[in-house]
């Protein structure tokens, strides 16, 4: 009998153990937001690219640019520095950065690192290969106007069980031609964090 009581004991224990380690995944909207370690998220990212893109895009340089030269400007996005203690996927933020750049519409893009690199290799590949009326030819790029560059801080401040954690992320588009900063703009972020 009493081996049959310490059998369900353990049996009990296991089960108990066994359901406290399941894992529950399930799929959200992207654009959920979510605030698990209190770092910088997929949130900031998208809403600070999207705020600032929406202050450029208000600003007067881009009226001023289109007037003078009957079209509208041609941008580049360039490095965006992480300078934060986290670790931040700039990459994803320039990402959402063209997004929210093709999305408005007012601004034309053009790609820009690697990615231009990868373009002009296949076009030189085009240039052996490809038969002649499908070949891209060279020097037909759509130059840039200005490049877009940025840079992402952040103060940290803790007592105790209590932290706030600051960003503030920095803009800045630069006339390729003259190196004129023709626009600055920033994003705040604030977090309250207690562990």
């Known amino acids: ?7 369900s004991t353990i049996a009990l224990v296991a089960v108990l153990i066994l359901g406290g380690c399941s894992r529950s995944i399930k799929r959200v909207d992207p654009s959920t937001q979510s605030d698990l370690s209190g ?3 997929d949130t900031d990212s998208r809403v600070t690219a999207e705020a600032l893109i929406e202050e450029m895009f208000g600003n007067s340089w881009a009226v001023a640019f289109e007037q003078q030269h009957k079209r509208k400007p041609v941008i580049v996005v360039g490095l965006v520095n992480n300078k934060t203690h986290e670790h931040i996927s700039t990459e994803t933020y320039i990402k959402d950065l063209e997004k929210a750049i093709v999305k408005n519409g007012s601004i034309r893009l053009v790609q820009a690192g690697e990615k231009r690199e990868e373009l002009r290799r296949e076009r030189a590949g085009q240039q052996e290969f490809a038969s002649p009326e499908t070949t891209k030819k060279w020097g037909r790029e759509l130059g840039a106007d200005f490049m877009l560059q940025g840079v992402v801080n952040a ?3 803790s007592y105790k069980k209590d932290q706030s954690v600051y960003y ?6 630069t006339n390729i031609e003259t190196t004129e900063i023709v626009w600055m703009g920033d994003h705040k972020i604030k977090k309250m964090i207690r562990n």
Request: charged share 30%.
């Open 168 to 173: 503030q992320t920095d803009l800045e588009l």
């Open 1 to 7: 009998m009493k081996s049959i009581a310490r059998f």
């Open 39 to 41: 770092r910088w998220n």
């Open 155 to 157: 103060i940290v401040d």
